[in-house]
């Protein structure tokens, strides 16, 4: 049960957009279209920006979008604002009937 | 408000046991599977646990696997973490989350991910 594989950090000035990668494997991200994504502000617990891939929940800004592509899902920012700087985890449900979060990414706005 | 709520976190010595809880509240408890995640400290993100809605469906990260044990009480709308046998590396902030369910009349659609979370509770396991 290996985590997700994330980049440890992307940066980008603000209005800019950036992408956020998520590798696994046919057991987890490339099995099933059950990938979501977290963000998290430090000392705060997790919030829910997508899921089922592509999905926002209600109050969720549009800025963020979510894809995936065999073994790869994505997480998009655009129009980076100084709010988006946090850190970014993906998750997915496995074959094993488990949940699987990704090494995490730090987004810095420039 | 829904909210989650953890409690029982504290420092325990190695080989000791601790029972981490999660009260639940403002919405229905029992129709929800439920999550524990971990962090340790400047580490991220790892998922420890899950129960569906009656109990009948429980799945661990092969971490914690006989060592926690993770149970409900739909009377009491908590959540539960029995820790045994803890290491150093079980240190961390826990955290209880439950899964989106949105229901569709008389149905329930249930999706895999975490849409509400506690504050979390901090485990310190150390001599």
């Known amino acids: 049960q290996s985590a997700l594989t994330q980049p440890a950090s992307v940066s980008g000035s603000p209005g800019q957009s950036i992408t956020i990668s998520c590798t696994g494997s046919s057991s987890d991200v490339g099995g099933y279209n059950f990938v979501s994504w977290y963000q998290q502000h430090p000392g705060k617990a997790p919030k829910l920006m997508i899921y089922?891939?592509?999905n926002r929940p209600s109050g969720v800004s549009n800025r963020f979008s979510g894809s995936k592509s065999g073994n790869t899902a994505s997480l998009t920012i655009s129009g980076l604002q100084a709010e988006d700087e946090a850190d970014y985890y993906c998750?997915?449900?496995?074959?094993?009937?488990?949940?699987?979060f990704g090494t995490g990414t730090k987004v810095t706005v420039l | 408000e829904v909210q989650l709520v953890e409690s029982g976190g504290g420092l325990v010595q190695p080989g000791g046991s601790l029972r981490l809880s999660c009260g639940a509240s403002?919405?229905?408890?029992?129709?929800?599977?439920m999550h524990w995640v971990r962090q340790a400290p400047g580490k991220g993100l790892v998922w420890v646990s899950r129960?569906?809605?009656?109990?009948?469906?429980?799945t661990y990260a092969d971490s914690v696997k006989g060592r926690f044990t993770i149970s409900r009480d739909n009377a009491k709308n908590t959540l539960y973490l029995q820790m045994s046998s803890l290491r150093a590396e079980d240190t961390a902030v826990y955290y209880c989350?439950?899964?989106?369910?949105?229901?569709?009349?008389?149905?329930?659609?249930?999706?895999?991910?975490?849409?509400?979370w506690g504050q979390g509770t901090t485990v310190t396991v150390s001599s």
């Open positions: 129960i569906n809605s009656d109990a009948s469906r429980i």
């Open positions: 998750n997915s449900h496995t074959s094993s009937n488990t949940r699987l």
């Open positions: 403002a919405f229905n408890f029992s129709n929800y599977w």
């Open positions: 989350a439950r899964d989106i369910m949105h229901v569709f009349g008389v149905l329930r659609q249930y999706y895999y991910a975490m849409d509400v």
């Open positions: 089922d891939v592509n």
